[in-house]
């Protein structure tokens, strides 16, 4: 069983920045790895995905441009680099295995002036 522990969220103004981070409790080089937000109210949704080869990668429309997701050399370390945040990204954002197994407790992104 992957388990995965999220951080680095917060509060940040619209147009910031902030990088997430998913610390995996084994290499996930043979996995096909996302980052997932909830939003109050809503869905879990994926909104970026990194296939094993780490070289292919895939975006919501909404994030497209603006997020980033990549990985350490270990594989044990998943990121997501958030730019010009908007107040619609605000959500907790999880990390997890694509399709998705268990999941942690996530990290809570607002996007608020």
């Known amino acids: 069983q992957v388990q995965f522990v999220e951080s680095g969220g917060g509060l940040v103004q619209p147009g910031g920045s902030l990088r997430l981070s998913c610390a995996v409790s084994r290499s996930i080089f043979i996995y096909t790895m996302g980052w997932y937000r909830q939003a109050p109210g809503k869905e879990r949704e994926l909104v970026a995905s990194?296939?094993?080869?780490?070289?292919?990668?895939s975006y919501a429309d909404s994030v497209k441009g603006r997020f980033t997701i990549f990985r350490n050399n270990a594989g044990t370390t998943i990121y997501l680099q958030m730019n010009s945040l908007k107040p619609e990204d605000t959500a907790v954002y999880y990390c997890?295995?694509?399709?998705?197994?268990?999941w942690g407790q996530g990290t809570q992104v607002t996007v608020s002036s």
């Open positions: 990194m296939w094993s080869s780490s070289t292919t990668t």
């Open positions: 997890n295995k694509n399709p998705p197994g268990s």
